[in-house]
């Protein structure tokens, strides 16, 4: 079976737990997903069977957009539930100043990823290391915040939206926010992924994968027995000419090629529509 579709992860279990469900439920054992939530984390995952699973770099899977409740004073290593040591009884805030602070995440971020987190050290996860104890330091990373908004603020609970880059970090956005705020304390209490680029939940429909696709289509002008039977393909007989990667429109499957240096190589062949 093909198929490419978006489905809802709830919290409490992995991807990958998540990911042996769904090839039971759908009798498949061939499958992936792209863009890891773990399993604190609820929300839109894109899944592919069959041939789709090799379609995922080539989707338009941002920006990303994430709805998060921070905890103020709630202290963890984890930044969220998984670990609170202690929770510290705060003074409210005014709606205002939590506004101003949740939009002055707008912009380009440096910061250090939670050590509870899936980037490797030397081979191993970061999270493996900080519950064995490990001691280890994280480079700082950059990640585009594109847009954020204050959903609501019943002290001590502040739930705001985020629309960022491929790998930003929401946890550390909390933490930021709670910095910001003057505070030593905060944690997730709550975790969502609302999207991934164009990819919403919609009961598992599967999505039509020339519709989905984050590459220009091209126009093979040749012998179509060529894109049929995996031939060598000729530049003069495309109708972009251009360097970049593209994909054929072949009726019932597609193919997608990297044009380089004047020369055409499949990327992927002959990916059937369903």
């Known amino acids: 079976m093909n198929r490419l579709f978006v489905a809802y992860k709830p919290t409490g279990i992995s991807s990958n737990f998540f990911l042996s469900r769904l090839k039971r439920k759908y ?17 839109v995952l894109l899944i592919g069977f069959g041939s789709h699973t ?3 770099r080539f989707l338009d899977k941002t920006p990303k957009t994430y709805r998060a409740t921070l905890w103020l004073g709630a202290a963890s290593d984890s930044l969220d539930t998984e670990m609170i040591e202690k929770v510290e009884i705060l003074e409210e805030f005014s709606l205002e100043k939590i506004e101003e602070v949740v939009k002055s995440l707008e912009g380009e971020l ?9 980037k490797r050290i030397n081979g191993q996860r970061a999270y493996d290391l900080a519950r064995a104890g490990k001691e280890f330091t994280l480079n700082k990373i ?6 954020t908004k204050l959903i609501s603020y019943c002290h001590p609970f502040v739930t705001f939206e985020a629309t960022v880059s491929e790998g930003t970090y929401i ?8 910095h910001r705020l003057g505070l030593e304390y905060g944690s997730l209490s709550a975790l969502e992924r609302l999207c991934e680029g164009q990819f919403r939940f919609d009961e598992e429909k599967a999505l039509d994968i020339k519709k989905s696709l984050n590459i220009p289509i091209n126009f093979y002008l040749g012998d179509s027995e060529n894109l049929k039977y995996g031939r060598v393909l000729a ?12 994909w ?13 240096n004047q020369t055409v190589k499949y990327e992927l062949g002959r990916i059937y529509t369903c």
Not at 35 to 40: C, E, H, I, V, Y
Not at 171 to 178: A, K, N
């Open 248 to 260: 054929l429109d072949n009726g019932d499957n597609i193919s997608i090629i990297n044009i380089e």
């Open 171 to 178: 946890r550390s956005l909390g933490r930021i926010i709670t």
């Open 54 to 56: 090799k379609l995922f």
């Open 27 to 43: 009798n498949d054992k061939k499958a992936g997903f792209s863009g890891t939530l773990d399993p604190f984390a609820k929300g």
């Open 142 to 147: 950059n990640s585009s915040i594109y847009e």
């Open 235 to 246: 530049l003069e007989d495309l109708e972009i000419q251009e360097d970049g990667y593209y």
């Open 110 to 118: 440096e910061y250090e990823p939670p050590i509870f987190s899936a």
